[in-house]
């Protein structure tokens, strides 16, 4: 047998994390490194934290897992609280961000159908998006590496043009119109934020035709951007949301949101999940939340992202053989490399040679999501281990 017993479906790189505290990991062999990967977005308080770590520690010894049959306290506790600081009026918990992808559609879906107009199941999504790894949220990707071999897929999925409202428009010109499904900026694609005037018109089309907007917030949710959602920053609201990554810190968590309107069709019976909303979850959301969402935190978030931006910005001119551009939100943010070197070798270079990881997305744009909570000396770390990166990268020889 060649085939290795973990399913080869990920290329991993020789880095084998064992433990990690704040803003850095170690590897197998003592190795440290600086990690502005995060998890891709996921350990928002870093590593160990601990009063994340004292709360699992102390809910596990409590109570870790009952069935949905039963009244959820922490669940309800959590979506109260979800549910007074955004435009939703109610939650569904899952354990992870294509499950909360998959349920937006659902919601969405069963909106039409409560409506009497169940034949409204187009959605029109983005071009580059990444919605997760499920048939639906493939579904709803143009992405060929994710796509084939898996057909038949779902219909109803249409995919145009990112911040092109006017293919939007076209898109969703027609009878059997469902909504939009958006990430308000796309992650994977290249960290590339949605325009203002493509977030007012999706709404403006949403309110016009009677479609659903959902956005896919894992990625650039929760405080990422200095928000604690991103729409936040463009006055746009969604109908429904996908939320995850940052929401449980590295424990498995996501969440469906949605407003009372779009979620009148999920009625008890229609959806539902075993372990979604699981007791020791919900304590570790209710921790991540309270760290997380007030406004000396996301203050802290802009003001860390304002430095880290002008760290990177100031960096191009020294080495514009290989930077080109900064782009994103908050602690969002994506270096775009020239064409002469190629973003997955870089990210690989500077983890390799100088122990900083970072995560190649799209569009050859290096992808900077530090935790949250970092201070300046991570700022200036960062920058030191960045610059010697570029200085002794092969340009040329994107080995
Ligand atoms: C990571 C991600 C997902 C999928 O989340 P999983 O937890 O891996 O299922 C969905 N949408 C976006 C925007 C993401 O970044």
Redesign the pocket.
């Known amino acids: 047998m060649t085939i290795a017993p973990l399913m080869p479906v990920y290329p991993r790189c020789d880095v084998r994390p064992v433990r990690g505290e704040g803003a850095y990991l170690w590897g197998e062999r003592g190795e440290k490194y600086l990690d502005f990967a995060s998890g ?2 996921v350990n928002i308080l870093g590593h160990a934290h601990p009063k994340l770590v004292k709360t699992i520690a102390d809910q596990a010894a409590t109570l870790m897992h009952v069935s949905n049959l039963y009244g959820a306290p922490l669940q309800e506790q959590l979506a109260e609280k979800l549910v007074a600081s955004t435009f939703a009026d109610t939650v569904f918990f899952t354990n ?6 998959e349920c937006a559609i659902k919601v969405a879906r069963r909106y039409h159908y409560a409506n009497g107009e169940p034949h409204r199941h187009h959605i029109v999504t983005f071009a580059n ?6 048939l639906g ?1 493939i579904s709803a990707t143009n992405q060929p590496k994710m796509r084939d071999g898996y057909e038949p897929l779902l219909p109803g999925f249409e995919t145009v043009a990112f911040n092109d409202l006017e293919a939007a428009d076209r898109a969703s010109d027609r009878p059997d119109a469902a909504g939009f499904m958006v ?1 308000t900026v ?3 694609g290249g960290v590339t934020p949605a325009t203002q005037e493509f977030m007012t018109g999706l709404r403006k089309l949403c309110d016009e035709r009677g479609l659903l907007l959902i956005l ?5 949710g929760y405080a990422r951007t200095g928000a604690f959602f991103a729409h936040e920053h463009y006055g746009v609201s969604p109908d429904i949301m ?1 939320v ?2 940052g929401i449980g810190g590295g424990f ?1 968590l ?1 969440a469906c949101l949605a407003t009372e309107e779009a979620a009148k069709g999920m009625v008890a019976g229609t959806h539902g999940s075993t372990y979604g909303g699981n007791a020791l979850a919900m304590a570790v959301g209710l921790t991540i939340f309270e760290e997380v969402v007030n406004e000396p935190f996301l203050a802290n978030v802009r003001r860390m992202g304002d430095r880290l931006r002008q760290t990177l910005e100031q960096l191009i001119p020294n080495h514009d053989h290989l930077f080109d551009s900064v782009r994103g939100k908050g602690l969002m943010l994506g270096l775009k490399l020239k064409p002469t070197a190629e973003a997955r070798a870089f990210v690989a270079h500077l983890r390799d040679n100088h122990g900083l990881l970072t995560v190649s997305a799209g569009e050859n744009v290096v992808r900077v999501m530090p935790p949250l909570n970092i201070e300046d000396s991570h700022i200036a770390e960062f920058a030191e281990k960045l610059s010697a990166g570029a200085r002794d990268y092969p340009v040329g020889d994107a080995a």
């Open positions: 891709i977005a992870s961000g294509t499950e909360a992808v998006a990444f919605h997760g790894r499920t949220a990430e796309q992650g994977e896919d917030e894992v990625q650039c996908a995850a990554k498995p996501g």
